[in-house]
């Protein structure tokens, strides 16, 4: 089936390139020159698992092309993905300036019927919208679907998530619609939910802020574990093992961040004020999440016996492991904190230290992780790559100047380390 895609970001690359390795035709369209250059060499611009290796594959079999040309690559599908950007605003609603855009495009490209599929992250009400745009640009008319198609990728598994989907939405109140999105995702294994737009807008909201209320609660629970005596490891095993409950998102640590949790939990706040709902939960869910951070400063801090002039090597920028994004990552929260607290930082991360440079001026960049420790007073260990889990640890206690160690992942082995002389702090244990 012939496909376009509007936007080639994350969502829209991974989306692309795995409905051509299904055996689509894939156009992928987007409007920086430079980036579609690239991606016609194969060169992807994000770091993640895979993605390079099935752009390729499908750019070589001619399943998958990428273009500026809007409005060829419309009119030559029938299915049509929105999948552009939608900010923050300064009031923490998502800013839908480039899908409005994009509506007037995909409206002056129309040349018979189409699916328009909007896939990013949007309010409620905006397949709607997007259907009123396209018929108040239409020049001729023509017949078309708009369907809310919410993608669940995570970061770093995003391939893998796209074939191995817990659930696919499709939000549409036409028939045929939903139909012809059914043959689109035949050979996927998973259950399908044809529901109303206004839901499948609203499920990829609450399954955000609920995945987000889960990281919040625990981190919670870690605080309580350490005033009285408890391991937050132990209690969510405990807990996980309730199917009511599972084992997902119940690792303690320095909070969310990412360019989705956050975000989306605003932007559901913004959604409920407007509506006329206080939704105080999900207003915690944000308070414990930015208390987190400053808890794991205060943590630092104690270890340290003070800030000042300390030194202190940071292992980790990314907002979790295997990506490159910094986008309100806890670990550059927290290294900004210690900076601003008079500690002179050193940083490391395997992937992000280009895209942190900029926000962490004042600190300085070590090549590799036994360099970031270099004559530290504190190990602080912020992302949980593997690469930190295996590091030869009598090595790193030597280039130290103090034994001292906060993991605030728990991915660190506090027996080994102890018995090696670090003095161990973990989160909730
Ligand atoms: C999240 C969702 O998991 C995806 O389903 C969704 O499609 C995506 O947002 C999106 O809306 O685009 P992602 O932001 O890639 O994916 O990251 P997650 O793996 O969900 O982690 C989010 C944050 O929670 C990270 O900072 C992570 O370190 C933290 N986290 C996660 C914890 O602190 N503890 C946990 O147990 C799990």
Known sequence: ??????????????????????????????????????????????????????????????????????????????????????????????????????????????????????KSTVPVGTTKRVERIIEESMRAHHEFDVVSNPEFLREGTAVFDFSNPARIIIGSDSQKAAMRMTALYRGLDAPLLITDPASAEMIKYASNAFLATKVSYINAIADLCEAVGADVREVS???????????????????????????????????????????????????????????????????????????????GLAFKANTDDVRESPAVAIVKMLLEKGAAVTVYDPEANDNAAEELAGAEFAPDAYAAVKDADVLVLLTEWDEFKWLDYGRVLSAMKSPVVVDTRNCLDPVVLRKLGFTYEGVGR
Do not use: W
């Open 1 to 118: 089936m012939d496909c376009c895609i509007i936007g080639t970001g994350y969502v829209g690359l991974v989306t692309g390139a795995c409905l051509a390795d299904m055996g689509h035709s894939v156009t992928c369209v987007d409007r920086d020159a430079a980036k579609v250059a690239a991606l016609v060499r194969g060169e992807v611009p994000i770091y993640e698992a895979e993605l390079e290796a099935v752009v390729r594959r499908n750019l070589d079999s001619g399943g998958l092309l990428f273009t500026g040309d809007i409005r060829s690559a419309v009119a030559g599908a029938e299915f049509v993905f929105i999948t552009v950007d939608t900010p923050s605003d300064a009031e923490g609603n998502a800013d839908l300036t480039h899908v409005d855009e994009v509506a007037r495009e995909i409206a002056a490209a129309l040349d018979g019927y189409k699916v328009i599929i909007n």
């Open 237 to 315: 095993l405990g807990m996980g093992y309730d199917d009511r409950i599972g084992f997902e998102f119940l690792k303690a640590g320095p909070g969310f961040g990412g360019s989705c949790f956050p975000k989306d939990c605003r932007a559901l706040l913004n959604i409920a004020r407007e509506n006329g709902y206080d939704f105080n939960l999900l207003q915690g869910v944000l308070v414990v999440n930015r208390e987190q951070q400053e808890r794991m400063v205060a943590k630092i801090e104690r270890a340290a016996g003070g800030l000042q002039g300390t030194r202190i090597g940071a292992l």
